[in-house]
C-alpha cells in the first residue's frame, strides 16, 4: 500500500468486515474480494491472498471460519495490517 490515507480507508474496511464476524458467511467472503483478496475457502479455515500492485509481493492468511473468542477478528486485522505496512 502506497498512500497513508488509502491504507486507513483499508484498514476501517477491514475493520468492518473482519472485526466482529462469529461464522464465515458468503457476505463476508464477497467484502473481503471486493477489498483486493483471493480467497479459498477450506472446510475450517479460509485462506486469504493479497497481491500488492506496487511492490508485486504476495501475502497469505488464514483465518478461522468460527473464531475462538470475539478479539479474534480484530487480531486478524491486526496481523492482516501489520504484515501489509512492513512490506
Known amino acids: 500500500m502506497s498512500n497513508n490515507e ?23 467472503e464477497n467484502r473481503l474480494k471486493s477489498l483486493g483478496f483471493i480467497v479459498e475457502s477450506d472446510r475450517k479455515h479460509a485462506i486469504l491472498y ?3 500492485n506496487e511492490t ?3 501475502s497469505v492468511f488464514v483465518i478461522s471460519k468460527t ?11 491486526g496481523v492482516i495490517c501489520r ?5
Open 6 to 28: 488509502e491504507f486507513k480507508v483499508f484498514k476501517n474496511e477491514l475493520k468492518a468486515c473482519l472485526g466482529k464476524y462469529n461464522s464465515w458467511n458468503p457476505k463476508l
Open 50 to 52: 493479497y497481491i500488492d
Open 56 to 58: 508485486k509481493k504476495k
Open 67 to 77: 473464531p475462538s473468542d470475539k478479539r479474534a477478528g480484530m487480531n486478524n486485522v
Open 83 to 87: 504484515t501489509l505496512l512492513s512490506q
